[in-house]
């Protein structure tokens, strides 16, 4: 069976991909995660993906299967990323209450000995209840935010904001099972 590489540092998606049996090397990606505009488009975050799957195979031997993913959040057709203060996080939160975004997913996969590159995007779509002005505070105030795109964790503290999910609930935390093990199969790896 083919090797597997993650091109990620992310822990809650070693997590999830080890939660469905699949054994792999993790091999983050030294690629930036950087979007020039806030505006939302798949291409872009696919793109993303692609370029993070791209940077691992550059530096492996071995021929592997290498997943990448890239998350975002949005509202309104705006892309909410990773906070880079405390008031950028204050910002994201107040802006995401009493709201519906979309957490949308990219996904890449190279197999390095086909060349064989393929993508797909998942999105789910997230109700914030009302959040007060102080619990805001209050979640900013941990650590949890701030390596998270719309400075929140579904799995986390800010599972108590969520009053409503359409769609995977793997896919907000940081990638779809779903998706993976159908992408994995077109590639011909079976992980059951």
């Not at 822990?11 to 080890?18: A, D, F, M, T, V």
């Given at each position: 069976m083919q090797k597997l590489i993650l091109a990620s540092a992310s822990?809650?998606?070693?997590?999830?991909?080890?939660k469905i049996g699949l054994k792999f090397s993790v091999v983050p990606?030294?690629?930036?995660?950087?979007?020039?505009?806030?505006?939302?488009?798949?291409?872009?975050?696919?793109?993303?993906?692609?370029?993070?799957?791209?940077?691992?195979?550059?530096?492996?031997?071995?021929?592997?299967?290498?997943?990448?993913?890239?998350?975002?959040?949005?509202?309104?057709g705006k892309i909410l990323g990773k906070p880079h203060s405390k008031q950028d996080a204050y910002n994201m939160i107040s802006a995401l209450s009493g709201k519906t975004h979309?957490?949308?997913?990219?996904?890449?996969m190279i197999d390095t000995q086909t060349k064989k590159i393929i993508t797909n995007s998942k999105s789910t779509r997230?109700?914030?209840r009302y959040i007060a002005e102080n619990e805001i505070q209050k979640y900013i105030d941990t650590?949890?935010?701030y390596d998270?795109?719309?400075a929140y964790a579904a799995q986390g503290l800010a599972a108590i904001f969520i009053e409503?999910?359409?769609g995977c609930f793997n896919n907000v935390v940081?990638?779809?099972?779903?998706?993976?093990?159908?992408?994995l199969k077109s590639l011909g790896y079976f992980s059951c």
């Open positions: 822990p809650r998606r070693r997590k999830l991909l080890s990606s030294n690629c930036d995660e950087k979007i020039n505009d806030d505006n939302f488009t798949y291409e872009k975050i696919e793109n993303i993906a692609i370029n993070k799957a791209k940077d691992v195979e550059k530096r492996i031997k071995d021929d592997a299967i290498i997943i990448a993913a890239d998350t975002v959040v949005v509202l309104n979309e957490v949308i997913t990219a996904i890449a997230v109700k914030f650590n949890e935010p998270k795109a719309g409503k999910i359409d940081g990638i779809s099972l779903f998706e993976v093990d159908k992408m």
